[in-house]
């Protein structure tokens, strides 16, 4: 009866490595990390432009970001992480369209992310 029992453990655990070969053979390698660079608003933008989407001149944008700019940096670049000048300019777009469908080339996650330091940052 005792080997009974054992048979029976070493047919289950034989049976569960099968399954769980099949299914890592089923997964697809990972895609390679995409970092892409992002565009300074402040420099590449004319003053009418920058306005129209940010709703906010040069000047007022700068002294907006030296005030926060600390509470808006990440302690490391390595992670591809948003600079706090682009992050200004997701938080101040999203609060001038209230929408998330911009064109940012940022993912969901990030802006959210990103809105949600930014408003803590300026309390």
């Keep these: 009866m005792a080997s009974n029992f ?3 453990i070493e047919d289950d655990s034989e049976d569960e490595f099968w399954i769980a070969a099949s299914y890592v053979s089923v997964f697809k390698p990972r895609r390679p990390r995409l970092f892409r660079n992002r565009t300074n608003s402040l420099t590449e933008l004319n003053d009418i432009d920058f306005h129209s989407r940010v709703r906010m001149n040069k ?3 700068c002294n907006l970001l030296d005030r926060i700019e600390l509470k808006l940096r ?3 670049e390595s992670h591809g992480g ?3 000048i682009q992050q200004l300019v997701v938080a101040l777009r999203f609060y001038a369209s209230a929408s998330f469908f ?3 080339r940022y993912a969901l996650s990030c802006v959210f992310t990103v809105i949600n330091d930014s408003s803590r940052a300026a309390r």
Excluded: E, H, I, Q
């Design 59 to 61: 000047r007022c944008f």
């Design 74 to 76: 990440y302690a490391t």
């Design 82 to 84: 948003v600079l706090p």
């Design 102 to 104: 911009c064109k940012w």
């Design 6 to 8: 054992v048979d029976n």
